[in-house]
C-alpha cells in the first residue's frame, strides 16, 4: 500500500504519451530461433545439396551444421523439410481450390448466359411449353 502513496500522479497526458511511446515500438530481433524456423531459412540449400545432382545425405548436412554450432540429427533435418513441404502443399491446394471454384462458377455463369442470349435471338416456332411472359417477349422481339 505505502508503494502507491509514494508513487507519482499519473495524468491522461502522460498516459497518452506512454500509448504513443509503445506504438511506436518495433519487434525485438531474436537472437535465437526454433529448429523448424532455422530450416525453413536454410530449405532450398539443403534441398539443392540432397537433390541427385549433389548427391549429399541428410547427415552429411548435418556433420556440415555441426560445425557451425547447429545440432540437428540428419533424420530431424528431413523431418523438417518433408512438413515444410507439406504445409506448402496445402497452402497450394487451399488457393487453388478457391480459384478453381471460382473459375468454375465464372465458367458456369458464362454458359447461362450464353444459352439465355441465344434462346432469346432463336426465333419461336412453337407455342408448346413456352409461358405467356416468353411467348410476349419474343413477339416484341420479332416485331
Known amino acids: ?17 506512454a500509448i504513443n511511446l509503445l506504438k511506436e515500438q518495433k519487434p525485438k530481433e531474436r537472437e535465437d530461433v526454433s529448429d523448424r524456423e532455422a530450416i525453413r531459412k536454410m530449405r532450398r540449400y539443403i534441398e539443392k545439396l540432397t537433390s541427385n545432382k549433389y ?3 541428410y547427415d552429411e548436412v548435418s556433420e556440415m551444421l555441426k560445425g557451425l ?3 540437428l540429427a540428419g533424420s530431424r533435418i528431413k523431418y523438417l523439410i ?3 513441404k507439406k504445409s506448402g502443399r496445402r497452402r497450394d491446394q487451399a488457393s487453388d481450390n478457391g480459384s478453381s471454384t471460382s473459375d468454375q462458377e ?7 448466359e450464353k444459352a439465355s442470349s441465344e434462346a432469346e435471338e432463336t426465333p419461336v416456332n412453337s407455342k408448346k411449353g ?3 411472359k416468353q411467348l410476349k417477349a419474343a413477339e416484341t422481339a420479332t416485331t
Open 1 to 17: 500500500m505505502s508503494e502507491h502513496q509514494n508513487s507519482e500522479i499519473i495524468t491522461k497526458e502522460k498516459i497518452d504519451k
Open 55 to 57: 548427391g549429399y545425405t
Open 69 to 71: 554450432g547447429i545440432n
Open 82 to 84: 518433408g512438413e515444410l
Open 106 to 112: 465464372a465458367t458456369e455463369n458464362q454458359k447461362e
Open 130 to 132: 413456352k409461358s405467356k
